[in-house]
């Protein structure tokens, strides 16, 4: 059963970064495509960013284009997204995921327990 722990998440000011991380156990990230997602209450999760291996290809949302990049280092089975030039709007509990590829949730097998993220102006 794969595992997948989120950290990183705070509380940032306007146009200030974060970087969250998502660490795999139980099976490697390698084997999925990850992406991250975010949830508002009440909401459904949205997709923000993902990396597929098969098509060795990374597709983001358009609202976070050029602000928000996703890496991985497979050596500590970790996907990283490097969130910049943060808005209110960012504010969300962020979630990863493992299975895909695609863009909306239910194409994702593996879920974290996400991390809030909250952007104050």
């Known amino acids: 059963q794969v595992q997948l722990v989120e950290s990183g998440g705070g509380l940032v000011q306007v146009g200030g970064s974060l970087r969250l991380s998502c660490t795999a156990s139980g099976g490697k990230i390698s084997s999925f495509s990850m992406g991250w997602f975010r949830q508002l209450p009440g909401k459904e999760r949205k997709f923000q960013v993902a990396?597929?291996?098969?098509?060795?290809?990374?597709y983001y949302a358009a609202a976070v284009k050029g602000r928000f990049t996703i890496s991985r280092d497979n050596a500590k089975n970790t996907v990283y997204l490097q969130m910049d030039s943060l808005k209110p709007e960012d504010t969300a509990v962020y979630y990863c995921?493992?299975?895909?590829?695609?863009?909306?949730?239910?194409?994702?097998?593996?879920w974290g327990q996400g991390t809030q993220v909250i952007v104050s102006s």
């Open positions: 995921a493992a299975g895909g590829p695609g863009a909306v949730a239910g194409d994702y097998n593996y």
């Open positions: 990396f597929s291996w098969s098509e060795d290809s990374t």
